[in-house]
């Protein structure tokens, strides 16, 4: 016992043990989680659906949810693509901007319900629709689209002359870079989202509330086949709550977590 005591006695001395240092959290022994992988926190978060497109050599969309919404991909559409995430083994699919989509069975969040739309995006043209759903019609559509080099969220048409009726950003996110994308709505505000900033809305939100029929989700066009998508698609997840500017944050500086 003399023995231990003098050993631990000679450790405290040198430094060795400090009792005031938190536990490391990647040792295993503590609960904290300094570093979460993206996926960690996107999960953390409940979302109704998650599609990482990840796969290769397959035809189906895998929902990493757990809530069974898998998806079809039909036409042109290049996988395996080097994806946004930093310092972990990440892809992409590529979309042509004609015939490349993703289909997923849905019929979820129509009408008024609250819903967080997010992604990563990376593109050059400025146009299209990388996630729609809803029925075309006034107010029917929930989409995050490109419109002339601005990006935002649509609900069209409203019959106001140009059918963009909701927030739309005059910021241009379609440089070839990747850019973490979200759009949320709590029943009654539209808000939009590049890389952890809220950007204030240029459009016309006179058709609020949302009247967003029920149909499938699709990733790289519009839902009856408009609005070809060119670019890459990345980490897509939906909600149905209107996740909050702080959790849009923690999403986007999740891009380089290490995982737990």
């Not at 757990?66 to 930093?86: D, I, K």
């Amino acid at each position: 016992m003399r023995v231990l005591a003098l050993g631990l006695l000679v450790l405290l001395a040198c430094g060795r043990i400090n009792f005031d240092e938190p536990a490391n959290p990647s040792d295993g022994n503590s609960g904290l989680c300094n570093h979460p992988s993206y996926s960690q926190v996107v999960l953390a978060d409940g979302p109704l659906g998650y599609w990482r497109l990840q796969e290769s050599g397959t035809t189906t969309a895998v929902d990493s949810s757990g809530n069974g919404f898998a998806g079809m991909y039909s036409g042109s559409y290049t996988q395996h693509l080097a994806g946004p995430l930093v310092g972990t083994v990440d892809y992409a699919v590529g979309f042509d901007g004609a015939t490349s989509q993703v289909r997923i069975p849905w019929m979820m969040l129509t009408g008024n319900a609250a819903r967080t739309m997010e992604g990563w995006i990376s593109t050059t043209t400025g146009n299209g629709n990388p996630v729609s759903w809803g029925t075309h019609g006034t107010s029917q559509l929930s989409q995050i689209a490109f419109w002339s080099g601005g990006l935002g969220f649509t609900e069209c048409c409203s019959g106001d002359g140009n059918g963009w009726t909701v927030p739309f950003m005059t910021v241009s996110s379609a440089d070839g870079n990747w850019h973490h994308v979200a759009v949320t709505y709590d029943g009654v505000t539209i808000l939009v989202y590049v890389d952890g900033v809220q950007y204030a809305p240029t459009g016309d939100p006179a058709n609020l509330p949302l009247l967003t029929g029920a149909s499938d989700l699709v990733f790289g066009s519009e839902t009856d086949g408009s609005d070809w998508y060119t670019g890459k698609l990345s980490e897509v997840s939906i909600y149905s709550t209107a996740l909050s500017a702080a959790r849009i944050l923690a999403h986007y500086q999740a891009r380089s977590g290490s995982g737990c």
